[in-house]
Structure formats: C-alpha cells, structure tokens
C-alpha cells in the first residue's frame, strides 16, 4: 500500500484548509483510513479514522471542528480542518491499516500544517 498525501501549508488562526490522501497499491475498500499528526517534541497522535462503513472516529482534540470522509471507490480520504488553532500544528500523516486495529501500518510521506496565531 503506497499513501500520498496533498494539502496542508500555512493557515491563519480560525481558517480552514482540506488535505487529501490517495491510496494505490494493494489497498482496498476494507483498509481503515486516518489521519495522524505529530508536533514537534511530541508523539504522534490519532487525528481521525474512518473505517469501511464510513463511521468515523475523533480525537478529543479535533471533535465538532476536524470531519473526515472518504471516496472508497478511489481509496482517497480527506480531512476537513475548521477552526484552525495553533495547535493544530505539526505534520499531518496519512495512515491505512487492512482492518480496525491491524498491528500493520502503512504511511504517507507527512504535510506540514502550521496555524498562525
């Protein structure tokens, strides 16, 4: 499974911006799809996962601002980002797994977003 990701840059406090990731390779509509992120000097964290049914899961942080979807017909997830904080800061990965909890990972290469105060 190869994931690459678009989006990201420098956004204003209280914006919004929209990544995307396409997988391709072995991926397939069963493959959860999520979004991490990690700031600096942090560990990286869950974001937002999206599972084949399309029931999505969020990080307390992101909840009421942050909404991800997925096109499972071209293995593609998006991420919504509202309300853009600073902290919402750090390199956002595109994340798959062939099931809810597989203890195997595929990632994206990572996009920068920084949120300016």
């Known amino acids: 499974v190869q994931l690459q990701a678009y989006g990201g840059g420098l956004v204003q406090s209280g914006g919004s911006t929209r990544l995307s990731c396409v997988g391709s390779?072995?991926?397939?509509?069963?493959?959860?799809m999520a979004w991490y992120r990690q700031a600096p000097g942090e560990q990286r964290e869950l974001v937002a996962e999206?599972?084949?049914?399309?029931?999505?899961d969020y990080g307390d942080s992101v909840k009421g601002r942050f909404t991800i979807s997925r096109n499972s017909a071209n293995h593609t997830v998006y991420l919504q980002m509202n309300s853009l904080i600073p902290e919402d800061t750090g390199v956002y990965y595109c994340?798959?797994?062939?099931?809810?909890?597989?203890?195997?990972?595929?990632w994206g290469q990572g996009t920068q977003v920084t949120v300016s105060s």
């Open positions: 390779g072995t991926i397939t509509r069963y493959h959860t």
């Open positions: 999206v599972g084949s049914t399309g029931s999505p």
């Open positions: 994340n798959s797994r062939p099931w809810h909890g597989a203890p195997i990972n595929y």
